[in-house]
């Protein structure tokens, strides 16, 4: 029997809006992949992000010219030149890590050469809102070791103080998502180092990294619509310290792993982060994460409901999904207990 490929949208509620400087989602609307090969299913999924031109629709589309090519026993390295860096490569990508594990009754983290996964302190964070409500929202994250706050470019200082009074001890992320200009940042530099931020992540627009040559920032800046995958390292230095790995972004785990190892190499700092999504496309970022100095991979708390035995969190540090979620091992004759979406998924 030949590989079959399936390809659907889910959409998760979120049990909280989620407001950045684009915008405000009360939904994660994801695209999951499922490659079935005899009794074992291997499966990842994906977020579209119009922000890089993605709809559902779209992804779906990417994925379905995979179509034969998974019939024809695809692998994950002829994947790489057969779609483009993106979500769809990413479900595709993940979805093969998956079966591979199953083939071999093998877990990802053994695949990788690597020991199992264990907890981590990932950030969690405080959407933006009026400092009154952001600071209320901070206040219930005061034993966290990191905190990431949205803001944008309407007097983010006063946010800022705001989160950091009521959390005085944890690490901070300050993420603009390209809302602020270089003179912005520049003024913003004492209120940065007052309130002991850890990192700027993307303060200007992508395709404005030139702005940040020569500019000496207090505060380590990280690179994340500005990096996609490790060719665009080179141009990013003397600009950005860190760089944000997402599989979104890098089109699965296998080019994440990629652009890890050539980030290091090249002197950078690592964050790992997410959209917002399920468990499902958590579980293998994870393999990315396990030693990045900063992680953030809060997606799935976000959600109202989410896969059994998915993420979760227990003092202060995010515990790993089952097994049985994906990556670990086990064909779907043999995983214990139920993994599927708690909300009907629409199939295509």
């Not at 905190?147 to 959390?167: F, M």
């Amino acid at each position: 029997m030949l590989p079959e490929l399936t390809v659907e949208a889910v959409h998760w509620p979120l049990s909280t809006p989620f407001r950045i400087s684009r915008g405000v989602k009360d939904a994660a609307d994801v695209v999951v992949v499922a490659i079935r090969d005899g009794a074992r299913v291997g499966r990842g999924e994906a977020v579209p992000y119009a922000r890089y031109g993605e709809t559902t629709a779209s992804v779906i589309e990417q994925v379905e010219l995979a179509r034969s090519a998974v019939a024809a026993r695809l692998d994950r390295r002829q994947l790489q030149s057969l779609l483009p860096p993106g979500a769809a490569r990413n479900a595709l990508d993940c979805a093969l890590w998956d079966l591979e594990s199953q083939r071999h009754r093998t877990p990802v983290s053994t695949l990788l050469g690597r020991t199992p996964l264990s907890a981590i302190h990932s950030a969690q964070t405080v959407s933006l809102d009026t400092p009154e409500r952001m600071a209320r929202a901070a206040a219930q994250l005061a034993h966290l070791d990191l905190v990431k706050i949205k803001v944008a470019d309407a007097d983010p200082a006063t946010l800022i103080r705001a989160v950091r009074s009521q959390v005085p001890r944890a690490r901070l992320i300050v993420d603009p998502n390209e809302s602020w200009t270089l003179e912005l940042l520049a003024s913003l530099q004492p209120a940065l180092q007052e309130a002991r931020v850890d990192l700027v992540e993307q303060p200007l627009p992508a395709g404005m990294d030139e702005a940040l040559l020569g500019f000496e920032s207090r505060i380590r800046l990280c690179a994340d619509e500005s990096c996609h995958v490790a060719e665009d390292l080179p141009r990013l230095r003397g600009r950005y310290q860190v760089v944000n790995i997402k599989l979104d972004k890098t089109g699965g785990l296998s080019a994440a792993m990629e652009l890890h190892a050539s980030a290091r190499a090249q002197g950078f700092g690592i964050m790992v982060g997410c959209m917002i999504c399920s468990s499902l496309a958590v579980a293998p970022a994870l393999h990315v994460a396990r030693d990045a100095e900063f992680v953030d991979l809060d997606g799935p708390l976000w959600l109202r409901d989410d896969h059994a035995g998915g993420v979760t969190r227990r003092d202060g540090l995010l515990q790993p999904p089952s097994p049985a979620l994906w990556g670990g091992g086990l064909s779907a004759a043999t995983q214990p207990g139920d993994t599927a979406p708690r909300h009907a998924a629409t199939a295509t």
